[in-house]
């Protein structure tokens, strides 16, 4: 049995069901999954949904709560209260002993069974994938390569309690908000200090490869082919970053598309969030920004077509 913890609110309710979704159906053994869902204030029909979505495939869900005392003196930020959940993990869960924790803004289009032999020997506290856009690494007195992306962490919970890592990542957080440009995960990256496992980029396939891949290889410590093979065959897709969301009228995401396949096979009907008009003349009107996303669109073209004709 795989632990899978996600944490959400109802604002993006709709966006968890379509992680959950591409995750089982794309798994071999949806049987094996098992879904603890950290409620941040989901609705009574919205969970009887989304435990009724699961079952179906027989894959199995449970909800976890916190007191709202837990989030004194954090900021409660667009992302509302459920990103401050992992902190919690030791009291939010039982005798789990690894536990993949996802982000909502995700689409998995892999097996995530695949992770126990992906890990299989090594040892660690948090295997993740390094983010590879922008991060704040120097501010927490990182080095380049040493911070991770939260949007999948596989966590070895024996190791995460001893090490108290929420514990001191949330001390962190609320002593230092100044250094925290991403919350829960700079606390978390600044506790762990750079030691963690590295997954392959595949595992968070995240947006910057594109541009890395057009004109910033010479900067960096990998092969050109894992960032080509993290957007031409990513076993997750995470919508980080501006103008990513691919429920946003205005994405230019290359792979939204997938998003799009996912979300249809929800019980939740797929609605675009409309953008004002003027903010979205002003994006658009930059011809280079529609000819990049076209062409990172051919980039994966293969992709979205497998999983189009799914």
């Not at 879904?35 to 009887?48: N, V």
């Not at 704040?136 to 995460?160: A, E, V």
């Not at 529609?290 to 497998?306: A, F, G, P, V």
Request: charged share 30%; glycine share 4%.
């Amino acid at each position: 049995m795989l632990p899978i913890f996600i944490s959400c609110d109802e604002n993006y309710s709709a966006h968890l069901a379509t992680t959950i979704i591409s995750a089982i159906i794309n798994c071999k053994e949806p049987e094996k999954l098992k879904f603890i869902i950290g409620d941040a204030g989901l609705k009574a029909d919205t969970r009887s949904t989304l435990t009724s979505m699961i079952e179906k495939y027989g894959s199995h869900v449970a909800f976890v709560y916190l007191d709202d005392s837990k989030f004194s003196g954090l900021k409660i930020k667009r992302y509302g209260k459920s990103i401050y959940f992992r902190f919690y993990l030791d009291e939010l869960l039982d005798d789990e002993e690894l536990v993949l924790c996802l982000d909502c803004d995700t689409v998995v289009v892999g097996d995530l069974l695949d992770i126990y032999s992906e890990t299989r020997g090594e040892s660690f506290t948090i295997a993740a994938v390094e983010n590879i856009g922008r991060s704040p690494y120097s501010r927490l007195g990182l080095k380049k390569g040493d911070y991770f992306n939260c949007g999948l962490m596989l966590i070895n919970m024996k190791q995460w309690k001893e090490e108290k890592i929420g514990k001191r990542g949330l001390e962190f957080l609320l002593a230092h908000p100044e250094l925290c440009a991403h919350n829960e995960q700079c606390a978390i990256n600044k506790v762990a200090q750079g030691e963690w496992y590295r997954l392959p980029l595949t595992w968070n396939a995240q947006r910057p490869a594109y541009k890395i891949l057009e004109k910033r290889m010479n900067e960096q410590h990998r092969d050109k082919n894992e960032f080509l093979k993290s957007i031409q065959e990513p076993i997750m897709v995470h919508y980080m970053g501006k103008n990513s969301k691919p429920w946003d009228a205005h994405s230019l995401h290359p792979l939204k598309a997938l998003y799009t396949i996912y979300r249809r096979k929800t019980p939740w009907p797929v609605k675009t969030q409309k953008t004002a008009l003027h903010r979205r003349i002003r994006f658009y009107a930059s011809v280079q920004k529609i000819y990049l996303y076209e062409k990172r669109k051919r980039m994966s073209k293969q992709l979205i077509d497998i999983h189009k004709n799914a």
